[in-house]
T-cell receptor
Framework: NAGVTQTPKFRVLKTGQSMTLLCAQD?????MYWYRQDPGMGLRLIHYSVGEGTTAKGEVPDGYNVSRLKKQNFLLGLESAAPSQTSVYFC??????????FGEGSRLTVL | KNEVEQSPQNLTAQEGEFITINCSYS?????LHWLQQHPGGGIVSLFMLSSGKKKHGRLIATINIQEKHSSLHITASHPRDSAVYIC????????????FGKGTKLTVNP
């Protein structure tokens, strides 16, 4: 989806390493979300933000931190990666009407 | 029991067939989304609906709030429709709360 960009698209980490995923949107949306997608499971909410400077925990927040210093960017950090965090991560934003816009996904492997 | 159940989990069809994917939910919702995910690709929003029916090209989505059920129909299916279709509900009272189904994998053979 043009408008929601995730970087990087792929990353391989060793256990204990740290990294940051960046989600950038150019649609001026207030709501931004980070989800993880694992085989056999629905998308699960990690953290979300309802506006610049605000963040909140979702369903599976442990091991992750987030920041929303600028309205257009939502960062997802892993301070000490674990194999259980191997997943595909999706960022999404929310139009006022509730319409969802997703990024292309970031595939993370933790060895 | 999951709050959002999709059926079938997997569906194989021949090109041209009429496809129906079902979504049932057990919670109060303010809206329901149908999403499409191509293999290895991102997720695209197809429909958001809170009542009635919506149509876009060959795709039709319906929702019955009383029965807590939605269907996604694809008419004259084509191999390019092969994808995972995901149902997600937005919980009533919490606009950030989305609950996702596990998805239905559709394969359309030529």
């Amino acid at each position: 989806n043009a408008g929601v960009t995730q970087t990087p698209k792929f990353r391989v980490l060793k256990t204990g390493q740290s990294m940051t995923l960046l989600c950038a949107q150019d649609m001026n949306h207030e709501y931004m979300y980070w989800y993880r997608q694992d085989p056999g499971m629905g998308l699960r909410l990690i953290h979300y933000s309802v506006g610049e400077g605000t963040t909140a925990k979702g369903e599976v927040p442990d091991g992750y931190n987030v920041s929303r210093l600028k309205k257009q960017n939502f960062l997802l950090g892993l301070e000490s990666a674990a194999p259980s965090q191997t997943s595909v991560y999706f960022c999404a934003t929310d139009k006022n009407t509730g319409e969802l816009f997703f990024g292309e996904g970031s595939r993370l492997t933790v060895l | 029991k999951n709050e959002v159940e999709q059926s079938p989990q997997n569906l194989t069809a021949q090109e041209g067939e009429f496809i129906t994917i079902n979504c049932s939910y057990s919670v109060g919702i303010s809206a329901l989304h149908w999403l499409q995910q191509h293999p290895g690709g991102g997720i695209v929003s197809l429909f958001m609906l809170s009542s009635g029916k919506k149509k876009h090209g060959r795709l039709i989505a319906t929702i019955n709030i009383q029965e807590k059920h939605s269907s996604l129909h694809i008419t004259a299916s084509h191999p390019r429709d092969s994808a995972v279709y995901i149902c997600a509900v937005r919980l009533r009272g919490g606009s950030e709360k989305l609950v996702f189904g596990k998805g239905t994998k559709l394969t359309v053979n030529p």
